[in-house]
């Protein structure tokens, strides 16, 4: 059974461009992850993808980034997600404002969506199914 993307319409929109999300990268079964939030579990921006939190940034983007930005950034490794973080405070000076200031776990499970295969630093994209709410299935660890 194909399941509906949350994005489909956005999706939609770039399909006859390019294959997004591209099927070939999404086996998997339950996974434990990490991703960057706010303290308060309730921040609209804890679980959105960066095209939704700032769409006209993506506007003059190729299709292939628009989609890429419709995917929720997540870590396969704690220490992956503490490196990038650490990375990305020094380059972007608002990150701790729009992207989050805590670190938080959880187990996403194919149900959930579909998933990239993870870098060497163990970054991956989530590309969430419709009706799904990631922000039950996650409790903060830690401050950043």
């Known amino acids: 059974m194909n399941k509906i993307y949350k994005y489909q319409t956005d999706f939609d929109e770039i399909k006859n461009v ?14 434990e992850s ?9 921040h609209p921006n804890n679980f959105l993808p960066p095209a939704k939190i ?23 490794k704690k220490s992956g997600a503490i490196h990038k973080f650490n990375d990305l405070i020094t380059t972007f000076k608002n990150f701790k404002k729009v992207i989050g200031t805590h670190i938080a776990i959880g187990i996403i ?12 630093i163990t970054h991956f994209d989530m590309y969430e199914f419709k009706d799904i709410d990631l922000s039950k299935k996650f409790n903060i660890i830690e401050e950043l």
């Open 18 to 31: 390019c294959n997004c999300p591209q099927s070939e990268y999404f086996e998997y079964s339950e996974k």
């Open 34 to 42: 990490f991703r960057f939030v706010f303290s308060d579990n309730t």
């Open 54 to 76: 700032n769409p006209k940034r993506y506007l003059s983007k190729s299709e292939l980034e628009r989609c890429e930005a419709l995917g929720l950034s997540m870590y396969g």
């Open 109 to 120: 499970e194919k149900e959930d969506g579909h998933i990239t295969d993870e870098d060497e």
